[in-house]
């Protein structure tokens, strides 16, 4: 069993959507949920981060864990064109190895 | 501040031939990595530093070497290229390293087709 689980997608919505990507992980250690956010032909930024369960705003960005399940969310309200990219789901147990999901790839169509 | 450069941005080689890649920061990280990037694999650890003079195997480390002789610089070599090295190599540097909440800070990437 992998790691970390997403789909790649794409995922494409109509602009002004609510976009909601996911994602699962197997090491019951992870304690940080980070996402990144990559580009087409970038290299990926850190968009948030949540530690535990829980919720998380940012702005038109939710960051949404579940431990209980292994279950990561990140929801985008309002999605725009500039939103297109794609989102790489993060866990993180504290120490040096970062595990990187394959992304999903997300599509705002105008 | 320019962050994270990688040098060069896109490179061709013939199967056997040998090239370096460099990654530079400027904002005193102490720790820096090396990345692959392939369709349907995402990141792969290469190789990683914890500080000048250091160097780690990563998930993926066969074929690759690195060095780390200034602590703004790390370096992957290929010493006879194979076309299974054909990817997207990506450098990144974070401050904190296993320390949370750790962000790391990514170059722009290195295409790189071996033939």
């Known amino acids: 069993q992998k790691e970390v689980e997403q789909d790649p997608g794409p995922l494409s919505v109509p602009e002004g959507a609510i976009v909601s990507l996911n994602c699962t992980y197997s090491?019951?250690?992870?304690?940080?949920f980070m996402w990144y956010r990559q580009y087409s032909r970038k290299g990926p930024e850190l968009l948030m981060y949540?530690?535990?369960?829980g919720n998380k705003e940012d702005g038109r960005f939710t960051a949404q864990v579940d431990k209980s399940s292994k279950y990561i969310s990140l929801f985008i309200r309002d999605s725009q064109p500039s939103d297109s990219a794609t989102y790489l789901c993060?866990?993180?147990?504290?120490?040096?190895?970062?595990?990187f999901g394959i992304g999903t790839k997300l599509q705002v169509i105008p | 501040n320019a962050g994270v450069t990688q040098t060069p941005k896109f490179r061709v080689l013939k199967t056997g031939q040998s090239m370096t890649l460099l990654c530079a920061q400027d904002?005193?990280?102490?720790?820096m990595y090396w990345y692959r990037q392939d369709p349907g694999m995402g990141l792969r650890l290469i190789h990683y530093?914890?500080?000048?003079?250091?160097?780690a195997k990563g998930e993926v480390p066969d074929g690759y070497n690195v060095s780390r002789l200034k602590k703004q610089n790390f370096l992957l070599g290929l010493e006879s290229a194979a076309p299974s090295q054909t990817s997207v190599y990506f450098c990144?540097?974070?401050?904190?390293?296993?320390?949370?909440?750790?962000?790391?800070?990514f170059g722009p990437g290195t295409r790189l087709t071996v033939l």
């Open positions: 904002m005193n990280h102490e720790y």
């Open positions: 993060v866990p993180w147990g504290g120490y040096q190895k970062v595990t």
């Open positions: 530093s914890v500080g000048e003079g250091t160097t």
């Open positions: 990144a540097s974070s401050y904190l390293g296993g320390i949370p909440p750790d962000t790391q800070y």
């Open positions: 090491n019951s250690a992870f304690q940080y």
């Open positions: 949540t530690y535990s369960s």
